[in-house]
């Protein structure tokens, strides 16, 4: 199984549009950061892991031409505002594009993209074939795929677990429950917005305290605000096993099977 991360900043992207400061004005590829998604390639097929603002983008600085599925973590804009420009794998593919989400994520969509669901179509809108899921395990691609809720402020969101690789974003709190399904992991990637405290998000501190209670072989740090510093000045106070993630980064995981 790839891993690419397609992008690792927070909602406003890295950098952020008119802010002069040194994370915003550096010259390192390390500290340009589009909005959070993953893109997950497995010898059954490819998928994405949200489709935000910087989607196509995203798909053409990676040269992706096939796509199987996408998975959302949940409805905020930064992480599904980009779900129209899917209708070019419709055309290209010839078929729907399979969407897996939650009841909650499919009503934000309908509200957000009415067009798609109108029953009379405008010709050329995007093709989906929806996948309701819930918090229960469900196969995508022929892959066990196990949801982990978490909080981000009052808001329910979905980490995931693939095998030996999990992917949570937007998480402010993680109940100690869920920690059972990120044992022995050999990636972990969580987020950690800034130093500072914040009411939606993890702070530094309190995503390296939840790494050291789950214990993967190797974590990274994503869905990061140019208020946590520059990726050169972070990446040498943390420990040996963790990294700060950034755009364009790609990690091969050794199935399960």
């Known amino acids: 199984m790839k891993i690419t991360f397609l992008g690792t900043g927070t ?16 010259d390192d590829f390390r500290d340009k950061r589009l909005r959070c998604s ?22 053409l600085r990676e040269q992706v031409t096939k796509l199987d599925a996408v998975l959302y973590t949940h409805e905020h804009k930064d992480h599904t505002a980009g779900m129209d420009d899917i209708r070019a794998f419709n055309y290209f593919q010839e078929k729907h594009m399979e969407m897996f989400l939650t009841e909650q994520v499919e009503n934000a969509l309908r509200r957000e993209f009415a067009y798609v669901f109108a029953e009379d179509k405008y010709p050329g809108i995007p093709l989906l074939n929806l ?26 969101v979905f980490g995931y677990r693939i095998g030996n690789f999990c992917y949570i974003t937007d998480a402010k709190y993680i109940d100690p429950k869920e920690f059972s399904k990120m044992r022995n992991l050999d990636v972990l990637v969580l987020n950690a917005l800034r130093r500072e405290k914040h009411v939606s998000h993890l702070t530094l501190d309190e995503a390296l305290q939840i790494i050291d209670i789950v214990k993967p072989q190797k974590a990274y740090l994503t869905h990061l605000s140019h208020q946590m510093g520059l990726h050169e000045d972070i990446s040498i106070e943390l420990p040996p096993h963790v990294e700060i993630a950034y755009d364009g980064l790609k990690l091969e995981i050794i199935d399960q099977a």
């Open 131 to 156: 996948n309701r899921i819930t918090e229960s395990p469900f196969k995508l691609l022929g892959m066990e795929i196990i949801p982990i809720p978490v909080s981000h402020y009052i808001l329910p």
């Open 11 to 26: 909602s406003q992207g890295v950098p952020v549009i008119a802010c002069p400061c040194k994370v915003c004005s550096s």
């Open 38 to 59: 993953v893109l997950v390639e497995t010898k059954n097929g490819n998928f994405v892991i949200d489709t935000g603002p910087d989607f196509r983008q995203q798909m």
